[in-house]
């Protein structure tokens, strides 16, 4: 069973920079589509960004320009990457896979849907200070 950790959250001053990776315990990432997705205090869980197993992105409005996601699947590794980050980007930040393998039309149109996503990380807090 496929098991995911996320690491590199922390405390930050607005306009700072964090990475978050996300550690995928599996024999090979090949044909994972992963999303990242946030839950901050007393808010509903809110997609962030999508990445599909050959690196096809995709981003929520909010942090479009600001933060990157790649992957190594060399190393099993999906990382955010997160700059000019904002007190809004306060929350705890969760790694998932698509319950979709491989770039087929039902991923790329569920991507950003929640309930499409089978395997969470327990998630990993970054707090954005003003």
């Known amino acids: 069973q496929v098991q995911l950790q996320e690491s590199g959250g922390g405390l930050v001053q607005a306009g700072g920079s964090l990475r978050l990776s996300c550690a995928v315990s599996a024999r090979t990432t090949n044909g994972y589509n992963m999303g990242w997705f946030r839950q901050a205090p007393g808010k509903g869980r809110e997609f962030v960004a999508a990445?599909?197993?050959?690196?096809?992105?995709l981003y929520s409005d909010p942090v479009k320009g600001r933060f990157t996601t790649s992957r190594d699947n060399g190393k099993n590794t999906v990382y955010l990457q997160m700059n000019s980050l904002k007190p809004e980007d306060t929350a705890v930040y969760f790694c998932?896979?698509?319950?979709?393998?491989?770039?087929?039309?039902?991923?790329?149109?569920?991507?950003?849907?929640?309930?499409?996503?089978?395997?969470w990380g327990q998630g990993t807090q970054v707090t954005v200070s003003s």
């Open positions: 998932a896979t698509h319950k979709n393998s491989y770039a087929t039309s039902s991923y790329f149109s569920t991507r950003a849907a929640e309930s499409s996503y089978g395997t």
């Open positions: 990445i599909s197993w050959s690196g096809i992105t």
